[in-house]
């Protein structure tokens, strides 16, 4: 499978979390289901032309998250006990959680961004 | 399992100095049958200065050339990394240049060599008694051939390589003069045998020390050289 | 299983009129790549020339996959593909002469590969070397090192001078090679983003010493920005790993070192609030050392 990751060199976040997220977004529409075996480390590395270490740490993360699960010798693959609601759920907290950030650094308070949430969504 | 690439590093040099090699070839022939022509019509004398100069200045402006393209030049165009990035020793290395240069104008001087002894002696122009002095010019233009190719290598700069060239040239053409009125070989140029006396074995045994030590110098320093790039 | 450093240098010294490399240790992984990262004139060069046994060192011991240089150089450049901004062709030679020069010498070299590589590239094979650009130029030496399927590539600023559509496909190629599980790639670099990307280590090089040689992660790891607000005009605690301070009115921006989860509470128990903290990019870090390396150190700042 051809992987077409696209970085954005304007996302602040690190690289491994940027790796995660996509990661995460093509088993939560489903694209890649339960036990879809992940490419390994050094083949998505050398696809996306990221680091191996990066990669390692991204599959790290995602392994202690649960979404996937790793086995020495056999590689990756997507867990299948995984709610899709808890990862959404997660993927929504994040999502706020930078919309906080935002509105902070703009000076908007608490209630003018209730409003704002209620009049954009 | 190493096998050294010195072959690969002579044939690199061969490739690349082609052209220039065979046009002084081709000068070296033309020069002979302009002397040849000029036999009988011009003195002697002025025939063996002009002849020398015709016969030899092709093999040894080839020889300049090759110095200044594959030793000097390869600092100077910076092309000396790429060749020490490859699995080859600095001693393999100075080998490959002396063994290339050194057999492509050995090659053209003994040629030319011989052509200027049969034009001397074959052909009668002189006595056997100059072949002593003869010898002598034959082996100073190697020597000093020689010297030259230690000091492009040494120092691989053009400026330094033209003006050891020079120095060599000059010296040896002043030492020739010299020579040729010293008693000891002025006395039997004319002569109808070759005398091989004390100072011409003498001047010879120099000459050839003179090659030897220039080739054993250059490896000698350039293998104590901890910084080559 | 004991696989021997691709790279191993301890304690490397060598001293020059005006610059002097100081007990450098270097250890590069087999099946790693490792980015070296410093000023102009910090030793990257050097560094990378005494590792391919084209300078010698004045002390300490080099070992390139497993051979100890410069006696067994020969061995060991068998294995080692070689850029350096410096490094020149054959002018008047074309890239098919030196690939026939290369193959002549190298059992290892892949013909195959070296055609997709000048497709890849771009590049004419009956082309003559001066008649090609710097990229053109930086894309055939890669070329010509990679098509010998070598265990190792020293690169020295490979992409130095290239435009950004050249400086990809080289970095491309590089990760490229990483296919194989025994190749290492140890390069210099002043573009941070290029280590950033790719590199599995950082070694920082600073005035002839090695300043800090960590995974890279962990390098961006240790490393903090706090924004802080100074609404009392608190001195700032006096913490080790204050590396740059700024203050601009109320507003206090800490760039910190050796980052953990208890050091936003020292701010916040000397009086100022933590507004946000954010992570460096390479480039910040590599300034941040510079300049405190050079002493530029402020962190005295109360009204």
């Not at chain 3, 290369?102 to 070397?129: N, P």
Request: net charge negative; glycine share 6%; aromatic share 10%.
């Amino acid at each position: 499978m051809k992987l077409q990751f696209v970085f954005s060199q304007t996302d602040k976040r690190p690289m491994y979390q940027q790796i995660m997220e996509q990661i995460v977004r093509r088993i939560t529409v489903g694209d890649w289901p339960a036990n879809t075996p992940l490419p390994s480390i050094r083949q998505l590395a050398t696809e996306i032309k990221v680091s191996i270490i990066t990669v390692k740490r991204a599959y790290l993360e995602l392994e202690r998250e649960g979404v996937i699960v790793t086995q020495q010798g056999k590689g990756s693959w997507v867990n299948d006990s995984l709610d899709f609601e808890e990862l959404q759920h997660d993927e929504l907290i994040e999502h706020l959680e930078r919309v906080g950030k935002l509105a902070k650094s703009l000076a908007i308070s608490e209630n003018e961004l209730l409003s704002m949430i209620k009049k954009y969504t | 399992m190493s096998t050294s690439i010195i072959p690969q590093l002579v044939k690199k040099d061969f490739l690349l100095m082609r052209k220039v090699i065979f046009i002084s070839i081709a000068l070296s022939i033309f020069s002979t049958g302009v002397i040849t022509q000029l036999i009988g019509e011009i003195p002697d004398w002025t025939l063996v200065n002009i002849g020398i100069l015709f016969l030899l200045a092709p093999v040894f402006a080839c020889g300049f050339m090759l110095m200044m393209f594959t030793n000097v030049h390869e600092k100077e165009k910076s092309t000396q990394p790429f060749i020490m990035s490859l699995p080859v020793t600095v001693r393999e290395f100075t080998f490959a240049k002396l063994l290339f240069n050194l057999s492509v104008f050995s090659t053209m001087w003994v040629a030319v060599s011989a052509v200027a002894l049969y034009i001397c002696f074959g052909l009668g122009l002189f006595p056997l008694g100059t072949f002593p002095f003869i010898t002598i010019v034959l082996l100073g233009i190697y020597a000093a051939y020689t010297c030259g190719l230690g000091i492009s290598l040494l120092f691989q700069s053009t400026g330094i390589t033209i003006l050891a060239m020079v120095i060599f040239e000059v010296s040896t053409s002043a030492s020739l003069w010299t020579i040729a009125y010293m008693k000891p070989i002025a006395n039997h140029i004319y002569g109808a045998n070759p005398v091989w006396n004390s100072t011409a074995i003498t001047i010879v045994t120099v000459q050839v020390l003179i090659v030897i030590f220039a080739i054993v110098a250059t490896l000698f320093i350039q293998n104590r050289k901890r910084d080559f790039i | 299983m004991n696989i021997p450093l691709a790279v191993q240098c301890e304690r490397i010294t060598k001293q020059y009129r005006h610059f002097q490399l100081q007990d450098v240790d270097l250890s590069l992984e087999q099946g790693t790549v490792m980015g070296l990262v410093g000023p102009n004139g910090a030793g990257k060069s050097t560094i990378l020339r005494i590792i391919m046994g084209l300078l010698g060192p004045d002390a300490g011991s080099v070992k390139v996959l497993g051979h100890s240089m410069p006696d067994h150089q020969i061995a060991a450049k068998r294995n080692i593909g070689f850029i350096a901004e410096d490094m020149r062709l054959y002018e008047s030679q074309t890239i098919d002469f030196h690939m026939g020069f290369l193959k002549s010498i190298f059992d290892s070299w892949d013909d195959e590969y070296a055609a997709t590589l000048l497709r890849r590239f771009d590049l004419i094979r009956e082309q003559k070397v001066k008649g090609l650009s710097h990229g053109q130029r930086v894309k055939t030496t890669l070329m010509l090192a990679l098509a010998r399927r070598p265990n190792l590539l020293v690169f020295d600023e490979p992409t130095t001078g290239l435009d950004p559509a050249v400086r990809k496909e080289v970095l491309d190629e590089m990760m490229n090679a990483l296919e194989e599980e025994t190749r290492s790639i140890l390069f210099s670099s002043h573009n941070t983003l290029d280590i950033e990307q790719i590199s599995d280590y950082i070694t920082f090089i600073y005035g002839g010493r090695i300043i800090e040689s960590k995974n890279k992660e962990d390098f961006l790891d240790d490393w903090r920005r706090l924004r802080l607000t100074n609404m009392h005009s608190s001195q700032l605690p006096n913490l080790p790993n204050i590396k740059d301070a700024q203050q601009s009115g109320q507003l206090c921006t800490v760039t910190v070192y050796d980052f953990d989860d208890t050091i936003p509470k020292e701010f916040t128990n000397a009086g100022l609030s933590v507004d946000s903290i954010e992570r460096l990019t390479l480039e910040e870090i590599f300034l941040s050392n510079v300049n405190f390396a050079k002493g530029n150190m402020n962190k005295d700042l109360t009204l």
